[in-house]
């Protein structure tokens, strides 16, 4: 097993930043106050890293997706906040089958996992379990901190795995990644999970069993009336505010969804101003109050070029569920910076007051927010390509 | 039957920074289960769950590519482990 060691140094900042990168881990620090950023050296230096975070309920502990290169995905995890990093003892892969190759009614048997791409906690009353999204689209939990991995086969062995997941195709540009898995802060067995070309899934026993759950969103791609799967959110969020209150960055728009009220998505994107439009890729809650999200225009138009709309970044936020945008770009370039932020570069503190906000860019920059987002300030500059920003906070 | 095998920077994280190593097996499927017990986890970077070589990494049997697993080895051959160029 590899095992790599960092930095000796302890670190006695209060609040960090994990940047995962296309070249490795780097992990932001500052104080209560969170004034005064500092970089620590880089973690698993080489690596693609696609997703990178603190457990919220052991922050100390961390773990890092690594896929890409020239070797095969794996898992590294830390137990002291970075200094140290050892790879998973048995790392995500999928069941052979007995033809050794896919087949329509296997399910992800005979697929080989070619990223661990997305991170998601498990519930705070389950110390220890993880789950993670690959590509093609798997979903794996983890009940020992991140060291030994198996698939949930309520999923991935799925009799309708192939209709949704289109047997595993490669169909969006970068991957066919399964992202934005949500548990329910209320019920451990209360899971969402979103795919790219797929659409968005809800399981209510611990991921035995799954309904899609699209009705509403947009499918511009397709010809005629959207079918129940095969939608591409982009990102999706379960507010921490208000369980109940479902927020999608989607390919063809954002939307919202009570889920108290039911289950088709009301499309709230078309409020943004014509000029932006409503495409990107990350959403972000607020930590407490569910009227209240971020998120990050790029440019969906023609060709898709993915960069900040017209060259000039700029945060939209709404602080009513929708009705109205707002745009927020103090301290950004105002011209010529033909940046994005990726999906999961982008996030929110615990402050429900001043809350703070972070994103990462296509060009190696880190911003912060202490205001909400009313003005931002760069706090980490020529790193590589930034594919996810988390906030932890250790005291 | 005991083997050579070299090994790319690329896995020296596993090896403590050793690029030759010696494993025993009679074929290349049980040279890398070996070099798997004497190193855990450098397998699964070099063959993916179907048994399959990884689309990045190259192992020649002495001269000869190998692209099946069950290539039989002889005594004194020498497996290397490659990662392949690909990209700039």
Redesign the interface.
Known sequence: MAKKKQSTRRSKAAVGLVVGTTKGVFLLEASRSRRGWTQRAPALLGSKVFDARADPRRPEHMLATVSGGHLGPTVFRSTNRGRTWTEAKSPPRFGTSKSKKPTKRGGTRGHTVAVNFYLAPGHSDEEGTWYLGTAPQGLFRSEDGGDTWSEVEGWGHHPKWHSWTKGGADASPDGAFLHSIQVDPRDAKHLFVNLSMGGTFESLDAGASWSPLNAGVAMDFFPGEPPEFGHDPHSMVQHPGDPDRLYQQNHCGIYRLDRALGTTWRRIGERMPKSIGDIGFPMVPHPTDPERVWVFPMDGTELWPRTSKQGKPAVYATTNGGKRWQRLDAGFPERDAWWTVLRQAMCADDRARGTGLYLGTTSGEVWASRDEGQSFACIARHLPRVQSVRFVRWS | MELTVHVGS??F??TGGRSELVVEGSDVAEALADLDRKY??IR???V?????I?P??RLFLDQSLVEDLGVRLRAGATLHVL??L?GG
């Open positions: 690329i896995l994280e596993y855990p986890g699964f970077r070099i993916d769950e179907r048994g399959a990884r990045h990494v990662g392949a690909s």
